[in-house]
């Protein structure tokens, strides 16, 4: 495991390209793109503004900055520096900007949602789509990139129309049996559109692409609902992580729950695997005179160690009479096989939990020190990372957890992190600095210790 030197950026706003090449990060007005073997900068391109938001297109030929505050877009060509393009939306504002599938086309968002405008690199030709609705995710596309679904709020009433994104014509457009739709997402074979209520109502529905309900799953009423959403790479599981702290696994087949997981103050299990992050600090010596170095050598230092059942998890109490509590399962995701799925419930912040998908169990608990900043599946493997705003990275796989100190001059929190799309590189975020970490591929029932 060997980590870069650190370089600036703003905002934590850095991606790979899809194509894993590149690397743009943002230094106020300035987007900077490198090569991600050398980290050597290929190509300096500088903005109108501030940038809120960078996107790669799909083919990493371009990549677009988004100025809110001036309501433009910047586009830059990689292959070609020389080559510009601006969009302004002018008076109407910009809350939201997206590539299309194709890497041709810009979707820009007017403030207060006001309208969608499709934008075309090649034709410079523009459309518009009246009605998108302003929720957590009010589009999505299908995978390979086919068809889009955009929900839609009109007479207040919902709806979702579809488009076919090669033409940009509606190919169906019909009415949700929702009062508040929070988000729509595409199940990974495309063959249906999982539509969700807010909060307030714990209601998910599954709609086909000609509009059908195939069916509908509401856990319980009179309480508050579905907080999280994701499906599994192979489209076979809908998982939905909710207030009542509880996850719930849905088939594909009968759409019905096959599993439901809670999360209990004492794990009592003999066969749940519990890493118990231990902080050991030296004391300092006397005197305020100690240079930089030796007082890097105190430096409180961090390992696992696996605890034996009955286990006590922290629990936070969350203030029930403020809006948002921190209550439920707020964080979840599949990993890349299918074989795990990892959550972390809202009021117990310092832990995470990771269940055996096939087995439909618990597997491992990871419980912090301080509480869990980021956590992001591998994309090739079976291992996640995640960070806790320390100077730290933490890993875990079956194989076991790993604790590592970012080994770089000065005060680096890592706040969050981005695998690369190869699965051997991992991007660390801080405050205003970024570090690269290159990981040895050694297989990922071996690559972490226990």
């Known amino acids: 495991m060997n980590f870069s030197e650190l370089f600036r950026q703003s905002s934590q706003t850095c991606k790979f390209s899809p194509d894993g090449k590149y690397l743009a990060s943002v230094v106020e007005f300035r987007l900077v793109i490198r090569d991600v073997d050398t980290l050597q900068i290929q190509n300096l391109y500088t903005c109108l503004d501030t940038i809120q938001q960078i996107e790669?297109?799909?083919?990493?030929?371009?990549?677009?900055?988004?100025?809110?505050?001036?309501?433009?877009?910047?586009?830059?060509?990689?292959?070609?520096?020389?080559?510009?393009?601006?969009?302004?939306?002018?008076?109407?504002?910009?809350?939201?900007?997206?590539?299309?599938?194709?890497?041709?086309?810009?979707?820009?968002t007017a403030d207060f949602n006001l309208r969608i405008t499709v934008w075309s690199l090649v034709t410079k030709s523009v459309s518009y789509i009246r009605y998108p609705k302003q929720c957590q995710k009010p589009l999505d596309y299908s995978n390979g990139g086919k068809y889009m679904a955009l929900a839609e709020r009109?007479?207040?009433?919902?709806?979702?129309?579809?488009?076919?994104?090669?033409?940009?014509?509606?190919?169906?457009?019909?009415?949700?049996?929702?009062?508040?739709?929070?988000?729509?997402?595409?199940?990974?074979?495309?063959?249906?559109?999982?539509?969700?209520e807010s909060p307030i109502k714990y209601k998910v529905l599954?709609?086909?692409?000609?509009?059908?309900?195939?069916?509908?799953?509401?856990?319980?009423?009179?309480?508050?609902?579905?907080?999280?959403?994701?499906?599994?790479?192979?489209?076979?599981?809908?998982?939905l992580g909710s207030y009542d702290e509880k996850l719930r696994i849905l088939n594909h087949i009968t759409?019905?729950?096959?599993?439901?997981?809670?999360?209990?103050?004492?794990v009592k299990e003999d066969d749940v695997v519990v890493y118990k992050e231990i902080e050991t600090r030296t004391p300092l010596p006397p005197g305020n005179d100690i240079d930089a170095p030796t007082a890097a050598l105190f430096t409180p230092q961090s390992k696992y160690e696996v605890d034996q059942p009955p286990v006590d998890i922290p629990v936070v109490k969350p203030?029930?009479?403020?809006a948002n509590p921190k209550l439920g399962v707020g964080m979840l995701a599949f990993s890349f096989d299918c074989k795990y799925i990892y959550t972390k419930n809202d009021?117990?912040?310092?832990?995470?939990?990771?269940?055996?998908?096939?087995?439909?169990?618990?597997?491992?608990?990871?419980?912090?020190?301080?509480?869990?900043?980021?956590?992001?599946?591998?994309?090739?493997?079976?291992?996640?990372?995640?960070?806790?705003?320390?100077?730290?990275?933490y890993m875990w796989s079956p194989a076991g957890s790993l604790s590592v100190e970012v080994p770089v001059e000065g005060v680096f929190n890592v706040h969050s992190l981005k695998w690369h799309p190869d699965g051997n590189t991992i991007l660390l975020l801080g405050k205003d600095q970024m570090c690269v970490c290159y990981l040895s591929d050694l297989g990922a029932e071996n690559t972490l210790p226990r």
């Open 347 to 393: 009021n117990m912040p310092c832990t995470l939990w990771i269940w055996d998908v096939q087995k439909l169990k618990l597997s491992a608990v990871i419980t912090q020190g301080t509480a869990i900043k980021y956590v992001e599946w591998d994309p090739r493997q079976s291992r996640l990372a995640l960070c806790t705003g320390t100077n730290r990275l």
């Open 319 to 322: 203030d029930t009479k403020r």
């Open 56 to 108: 790669w297109s799909s083919d990493s030929q371009f990549i677009l900055c988004g100025l809110f505050k001036r309501g433009i877009v910047q586009v830059w060509s990689i292959e070609q520096p020389e080559w510009t393009c601006k969009i302004d939306e002018g008076s109407a504002g910009l809350c939201a900007v997206r590539w299309s599938p194709d890497g041709r086309h810009i979707l820009t």
């Open 206 to 239: 599954l709609y086909t692409l000609d509009g059908r309900c195939v069916s509908k799953f509401s856990a319980y009423d009179s309480a508050l609902g579905i907080k999280s959403l994701a499906w599994s790479p192979t489209g076979q599981f809908l998982a």
């Open 154 to 196: 009109r007479d207040c009433k919902d709806f979702v129309t579809i488009f076919a994104c090669d033409s940009w014509e509606l190919v169906k457009h019909f009415e949700t049996e929702t009062d508040d739709l929070m988000g729509i997402e595409w199940s990974p074979d495309g063959r249906v559109l999982a539509v969700w």
């Open 255 to 266: 759409w019905k729950a096959v599993a439901t997981h809670s999360h209990p103050a004492i």
